[in-house]
């Protein structure tokens, strides 16, 4: 059998010079807590992906250089999501497989949901730091540090039923995010009395949404609300705006996205999300704000706040952990400090943010508008007691 | 280690199917369809339905998603197969692009781009294969049976006449091979190991969406196949096992693991241009299905080694030529016409091919006499006429109908299929007759001296020896009718009177033999009688003295004035 | 009434857009016969050029439009010199040009996604806005892609009044004749792939002022001119052309009957049935330019 050996070789080569000493397995030293955090780093949410990368990255240094947690040094595996379902099923496998961590870092809705039920199947803590969905709600294992569903939506629709809007239509990404939300801003925007007149949707990777907005024109809505990630934002509200869309624009979790690539188009664009309080004179709250804005030289947004979050109430969850007894390392473990105790501190706001009994989170929430390129708060909503 | 390895496997053994489909298609079969990952979701949106919507246990959500890709298989086969080449390309593309769209949005069986969600693993008597380790274990073992299945159709008759008409369909066709079924055949297999490629991906992931699905996918499932040898399905599996690695590895290393995606990209894209480039053959060239066994009890140098080919054409006097146990039918043409645009290349033409005679046709250039092989033997469709083998009208049969009926033809200039063997393309030749096809064709090859050959690449033979093959496919599959198109040219004047002697032989057989000629003083020594064609009308027909004093020939091959050398 | 009208009018400018890209695809196909699927190679790179030379480095747009042109018409040419003509020399399979093209084509896509990143980049240098004609509005970028007839009639101009336009046409044609007629068949072949990839510029700059420039961009076009292309029928370049502006308006007004999601499958569906049903195309061979 002549086997043509050159291009075997070719990828052998190939292979062998790529492969390192795996180095996924934590370093030896003092103890070392690997959990794993699950990011779009590629695909139009990258920007994002770089941003709950950053509150990670700081908080895991804020931990470790104070000495760790009861000593465990603090360590992530981030993997790409990609921002798919697809994406997420898989980088959960690698994770709960492969790196055998307790605690996973989750964001977006489609990877929360298939990340949900792999986690439940071997005891590993979810915690959601992006997604928005009401699904994500009621989850066993999974926790969610994000303003969803309904009271994300509401305001936007109050809002723009308070300037007067009296017909919606909507045109949202073919995702779970964006059919979620999709409801929850219907029901929201139809309870006040509007009507919906147009309902457009789009799939994630396409470029060109003449067909829907030429649709939607047609309609003439008072508002259109959209639900997109990152650049997808920006080219959508772009193009609405030279299909003279005339209607005023807003949508959940605004980005950078929208105003690099939608440039004048975004203006007066009103997002919903987490609020960023700059002048809270809650001092672990300042804190954070502070040294990030010394080191990025920007405020961070809520998508910087969360993973934070989320790590330092992981680091207090091991502590609990340790206290009690029990072995950190364990989802189990995890997450019964976590049942005790489900309170952690607020770094984007101050205060503190409360877990509910259906696994979401309290908090407040403000409503921006783009105003010559920039984002500028325009309401703040507190949660009801 | 062991878990992530047994994921990894999961999808080699996914790959693997995939890979296999496509090479069965792709490799074998010469259909370049760029639609496979169609089947891979169709088959895993088949199997998500049956399990999350009718909980089929094992293996009945398997064979569904297998069943309903053939269905489908079947539906785009009777489509395009018919197509050449480049527009097969072209038109699965269409469907490709057609079913993203269909996948994104037909919600109520897809679930749109929302997908479907907790798909069960299967069951194996009663005990459900949860744990990674189980499903790998699983999966290698569905993928190593279809495998296996697929090695059995490789090497089978089936195997080497999908690859018989991959070469050349048309010459598969007058051997009295159907390819257009046999190619909808092949198609249809592969699409359902794609199919089972896709019910697996669905059980093990537990959800499925279009994203996998899209045309990304089928190029990619193309880079495994031509990197592990088209044609070759152990290649398939090396390339597979490579290819599935080497994502695996960029998401380990630090630089590449954020661009994790578009690194993969580059390297996929950089290794099919540089296969192609510089291994054209992959990983691992094409195997013929069957080798010759040197003849019993005499050792191959006493074969008297290898003849140079014009020794060989001087011995097709002396090969065997078995006598007809029937009559051979009468082969009548009866006012055939066929015009192409303007130009009448056969104008009302009517003869008869008597058996146990050589009926020679000649004629200048142009004249229309393989156009009217042709028309005779159903490669063309004659605007009027008709045809008749003995009492069964083949006017509007095709080729392969007729060829069934007992005829053989060979082509103007050689012609046989370059990528089989000597000996495949006798077993191919026989393969529409009974048992111990094997030792046929060489007991076929050893008479006519090319046993030493009979390994090699029908390709790589000189020209002599080619010639000599297709004599031996003739002589193999004992026709009673047998039309030879020029088979004289480019030989010298030992060789032209040698298979001079064949012919008469194997008309004194009992067969009806019909000659077209340039070579008149072949057609001299050969015919019983001549039919002359001249733009595309019968000008002249009778013994072969007669035509040659006839000086209306002597007038269209010399013009006036007579035959140069003609006392 | 609006709407349709709408519909229209940015069907006849997409669609136009689409002929250009059409005709860039076609002048290559139609002479060399290679499905050059790394057309889309090209098409991306003079766009992401552009992007460098003027949004990144301040150049004048003028100035990076045609420092562009001629560089994807040598990267086209470039392909064909070091990439087909090998194969053709080998007497390569149809299998392996296709195969070697999209290889190239998948090659760009990892390139300029590890270069540029994956998302949309948005070429600022190009506004777009809304441009009211009555009732009925289209974008800016709409009305540029009107343009492309300019750059057509010039292709046509060229190929019936040139000796290398006429060449070309002779060797799309008839083949064999051509080579007969002693035409240096491999130097029209690099001729057809300067013209062809020199027209993807001012497509590329019109299909990006409206969707941005992203990695994939490259796919997504060359599938609708190859699909215009083989719907026109591959003899002249005009009938893919008017096959594209045709498939343009067909796909907008499409939307006014099926969900929008579905508009990508109208122009494939042609492209499946033309194949299955006339693959010689809507035309046949009745275009000789």
Known sequence: ?385 | MINYLSQILVFVAIFLLLATSLNLVLGFGGVFSIMQAVFYGVGAYAAANLVVNLHAPFPLDLLGAMLVTMALGAFVAALLLRLRGELVIIGTLALQLVFSTIFRNWNAVTGGSYGIFGIARPALFGVPVSSLTGFAAFAAVIAAIFFGLSLFVARSPFGLAVRAQREDAVLAGTLGHDTVRERAAIFIIGAALAGVAGALYAQFIGYVDPSSFDVNQSLGIITIVVVGGLGNLWGTLGAAVILTFLPQLLILLPATSAAAAQFQLLLYGVILVAVVRFWPNGILPEQPSIRSAPARGVRPALLGGMEDGKALLERLAAVTVRTLPTTAPIVRVEGVSKAFGGLRAVDDVSLAIEPGRVTALIGPNGAGKTTLFNLICGLLRSDSGRVFFGSQETTRLQPFEIARLGVTRTFQDVRIFPKLTALENVVFALSSAGAHVAERAGAVLADVGLQPHADRLAGSLSYAEQKILMMGLVLAREDPVVFLDEIAAGLDHASVRALGVLVRRIAASGRAVCVVEHNLSFVWDVADIVYVLDDGRLIANGVPADIQANTNVIEIYFGRGGAPGHA | MTILLTLLLLGLTVGSMYALFAVSFGLIYNVTHIFHFAHGAVISAGGYLVYVLVQLLGWPVWLGIAAAIPFAALLGAAIELFFYRPLRRRNAPHVAFFLTSVGILTVAEGLFGVIFGPGVLSLKFLPLAAIHIGDVSVTTANLSMLSAWVFIALVVVFLLATRSGRFMRAVADTPEVAKSTGIDLEGTYIWSFLLGSALTVPAMLMYAWYQGLTPAAGLSTILISSAAVIIGGRTGVLAGAIAALGLGILQAVAIVFLPSGWQDAVVFSVLFFVIALRPNGVFGLAFRW
């Open chain 1, 1 to 385: 059998m002549r086997l043509s050996v050159i291009p075997l070789i070719a990828a052998f080569a190939l292979v062998a010079g790529n492969v390192h000493p795996l180095p996924l397995q934590a370093q030896t030293g003092p103890k070392t807590f690997t959990f794993g955090a699950m990011f779009p780093l590629s695909g139009p949410a990258a920007e994002i992906g770089e941003e709950f990368k950053r509150g990670l990255d700081m908080a895991i240094d804020d931990v470790n250089s104070k000495g760790g947690i009861d000593g465990w040094q603090l360590k992530s595996v981030v993997v790409d999501h990609k921002g798919t379902a697809l994406g997420g099923a898989q980088a959960m496998n690698q994770l709960v497989n492969l790196d055998k961590v307790p605690f996973v870092l989750t964001t977006f809705t489609g990877v929360a949901l298939t990340a949900q039920p792999i986690a439940a199947q071997n005891s590993v803590l979810l915690m959601n730091v992006g997604g928005t969905s009401n699904n994500l709600l009621g989850k066993p294992w999974l926790y969610n540090d994000q303003v969803m569903g309904d009271p994300l939506n509401q305001p936007l629709a109050q809002y723009s039923y308070d300037n007067r809007a009296r017909t919606a239509a909507l045109l949202t990404s073919e995702d779970a995010y964006g059919k979620d939300d999709g409801i929850a801003f219907t029901t929201a925007f139809t309870k006040l009395g509007g009507k919906i007149v147009a309902s457009e949707t789009f799939p994630l990777t396409t470029t060109d949404f003449t067909a829907q907005l030429t649709k939607i024109r047609a309609s003439n809505p008072d508002v259109l609300y959209i639900v997109a990630v990152g650049d997808t934002q920006g080219l959508l509200v772009k193009q609405a705006r030279a299909l003279d869309v005339k209607a005023n624009i807003v949508g959940p979790l605004p980005t950078t996205g929208l105003i690099t690539v939608g440039g004048r188009a975004a203006e007066g664009f009103v997002g919903s999300g987490i609020a960023v309080d700059p002048t809270t004179k809650d001092p672990a709250a300042k804190a954070f704000l502070a040294a990030f804005k010394a080191k990025y030289n920007t405020v961070p947004e809520w998508d910087a706040g969360t993973p934070y979050e989320a790590v330092h109430f992981l680091a207090s969850l091991i502590h609990e952990t340790v206290r009690s007894g029990g072995d950190p390392r364990s989802g189990a473990a995890l997450l019964k400090a976590l049942e005790a105790h489900p309170v952690f501190q607020n770094y984007l706001s101050g205060g503190q943010v409360h877990l509910l009994s259906d696994h979401g989170s309290v908090r407040a929430l403000q409503l921006q508008q783009v105003k010559d390129g920039k984002y500028v708060t325009i309401k703040v909503v507190q949660p009801p007691k």
